[in-house]
């Protein structure tokens, strides 16, 4: 079995920072695609950002320059520095990994909260 687990989500002051963690644990062989998504009171869930084992990266368009996305294979580890945060980034945020475990299957963290506000 595979668990996500998620940390670094809170409250923060708008124009502040936060930085989120995600730990893949259990049989593992190998991770493709790591992405973290966000969902706000009411929205659907968006992807906010993701990035493939080669390390290409792709950002929803209103996160471009604030937000980074990273992997650190190594630890089965994906992060999202989070910066200059607005009060529209307020939501829950997932990780997901496409993950090969005896077959391949998305998985999905627990959720974290973020919220932005003075």
């Known amino acids: 079995q595979v668990q996500l687990v998620e940390s670094g989500g809170g409250l923060v002051q708008p124009g502040g920072s936060l930085r989120l963690s995600c730990v893949a644990s259990?049989?593992?062989?190998?991770?493709?695609?790591m992405g973290w998504y966000r969902q706000a009171p009411g929205k659907e869930r968006e992807l906010v950002a993701r990035?493939?084992?080669?390390?290409?990266?792709n950002y929803l368009d209103s996160v471009k320059g604030r937000f980074t996305i990273s992997r650190d294979n190594a630890k089965n580890t994906v992060n999202l520095q989070m910066n200059s945060l607005k009060p529209e980034d307020t939501a829950v945020y997932y990780c997901?990994?496409?993950?090969?475990?005896?077959?391949?299957?998305?998985?999905w963290g627990q959720g974290t909260q973020v919220t932005v506000s003075s």
């Open positions: 997901r990994m496409t993950v090969t475990s005896g077959g391949i299957g998305y998985y």
């Open positions: 990035i493939t084992s080669g390390g290409g990266t």
């Open positions: 259990g049989s593992i062989f190998s991770i493709g695609t």
